[in-house]
């Protein structure tokens, strides 16, 4: 057995779950990635960069594999993703993750929610792809305001935000796989 390194700031069930991780096959790896980020460079870069020493270090690593992609890759994640306020029905870890990412809408009036629904079309029509905003932690007044003003957004300013927005929601969702704490914003009881 390999040995492996211990962080010791990080719970037992992460220490855990980072070994198994570590430990799978390159193909395996990728397919665990791919629910935090659908993009199939994103995953092979990040399967490629183990073994990691603790989940902050991985995280890390699944950041800087974001800023990294071309624009198709990103445009392929992003296919994956819900549009805010439209949460999705199937089964799945990607699935279970954006329905609690965008627990913030679950109380949100009926025209915050009409609001939302149009200012999607809206930014779908202007830059071709969904409104992708780190939802966790935030509530639906807040992602509604963020999308009105991103809408005046130029296209290539528009691309960074994008960037920096999946490069959050893919951190949160990779310490969620490997058994870390959670980020920013995050309820204890996600995961």
């Known amino acids: 057995m390999r040995p492996r390194s211990v962080d010791e700031h990080a719970p037992a069930?992460?220490?855990?779950?980072?070994?198994?991780?570590?430990?799978?096959?390159?193909?395996?790896?990728?397919?665990?990635?791919?629910?935090?980020?659908?993009?199939?460079?994103?995953?092979?870069?990040?399967?490629?960069?183990?073994?990691?020493?603790?989940?902050?270090?991985?995280?890390?690593?699944?950041?800087?594999?974001?800023?990294?992609?071309?624009?198709?890759?990103?445009?392929?994640?992003?296919?994956?993703?819900?549009?805010?306020?439209?949460?999705?029905?199937?089964?799945?870890?990607?699935?279970?993750?954006?329905r609690r990412e965008q627990s913030g809408t679950a109380g949100a009036s009926r025209e915050v929610l009409e609001a939302l629904r149009e200012g999607n079309l809206a930014y779908e029509r202007r830059f071709g792809h969904v409104y992708l905003v780190r939802a966790s932690g935030r509530d639906a007044d807040e992602m509604l305001a963020i999308l009105n003003e991103r809408l005046g957004n130029d296209e290539e300013a528009e691309r960074e935000v994008v960037r920096r927005e999946l490069a959050e929601i893919t951190g949160l969702r990779l310490a969620r796989l490997l058994g870390g704490p959670p980020g920013d914003g995050e309820e204890v009881t996600s995961g």
Request: charged residues 25%.
């Open 13 to 98: 069930s992460g220490e855990a779950a980072l070994a198994r991780f570590n430990d799978l096959a390159a193909a395996d790896a990728e397919r665990e990635l791919l629910a935090c980020c659908a993009s199939r460079a994103w995953a092979a870069a990040v399967a490629a960069g183990r073994p990691y020493r603790s989940v902050a270090e991985a995280v890390a690593a699944g950041g800087a594999r974001v800023r990294e992609l071309g624009w198709d890759d990103v445009a392929e994640a992003l296919a994956a993703h819900p549009r805010i306020g439209e949460r999705p029905s199937g089964p799945g870890r990607e699935a279970g993750w954006s």
